[in-house]
């Protein structure tokens, strides 16, 4: 357990730390209190999710430590994963070139309402974690899992993911930035790309997928899609 603590906040540690070169270095300046605020909304939420879990289901953690694409076991996931990689920090550094050259003119108020998007989209999977256990950071099905139809997921198929979109929409605007908003829509669509593969994926494996999307129609937004 005590390994398994060090390992998620070690890792932890690095996205910040990832985050904070991917912001300060493109804009050449640590007078960024966009991204200072941004940094903190995000690494207290991450923490608080990450330390909640290591009490409460420690595997969960466990299962999320392996990501990205080389961590994926099918082709196409690989091949997504590495788009949505690219796609992730390309936002970033976008909007720190955005602060640098002073290309968007974002008002206060909606940028500290991109800090509350992201809070609220981290806070959306912290709810889909504490009632799936076995979401992984990969797609695939494990030997004692079984269909979630509680909570969010009864409400859509795909709540994790909905939650990760509204704090993507976040971003950008948490970071004074409108031209990051190209490489967060070029992320949704690997996410939706993702999204697709893993529904033919788990109506496959997963035993009572294809009756619980029978019931629960639809995916990412109520009464949308």
Avoid: C
Avoid at 91 to 105: C, E, V, Y
């Amino acid at each position: 357990m005590k390994n398994l603590t060090v390992q998620a906040f070690l890792g932890l540690a690095q996205l910040v730390l990832i985050l904070a070169v991917l912001l300060f270095l493109p804009a050449w300046s640590f007078h960024y209190w966009q991204a200072w605020v941004f940094l903190g909304v995000f690494t207290i939420s991450v923490f608080l999710i990450t330390l909640y879990f290591l009490r409460k289901d420690p595997n969960l953690i466990q299962s999320r430590l392996q990501v990205g694409p080389v961590a994926e076991q099918q082709k196409s996931q690989k091949v997504i994963q590495a788009f949505a990689s690219l796609f992730f920090i390309l936002p970033f550094i976008t909007a720190a070139l955005d602060h640098r050259f002073g290309w968007s003119k974002i008002p206060k108020g909606i940028v500290l309402l991109g800090d509350v998007f992201v809070a609220l989209g981290l806070y959306i999977v912290f709810l889909v974690f504490r009632e799936n256990t076995f979401t992984s950071a990969t797609i695939e099905v494990k030997e004692e899992q079984k269909v979630i139809s509680t909570g969010p997921y009864g409400v859509i198929r795909h709540p994790m993911y909905a939650g990760a979109f509204i704090m993507l929409l976040g971003i950008p605007l948490a970071l004074g930035s409108w031209s990051a908003f190209l490489f967060v829509f070029l992320l949704f669509t690997a996410i939706v790309w993702r999204l697709l593969e893993e529904e033919k994926f788990l109506a496959r494996d997963l035993p009572g997928y294809t009756e619980y999307r029978q019931r629960v129609r639809y995916r990412l937004i109520p009464y949308i899609w």
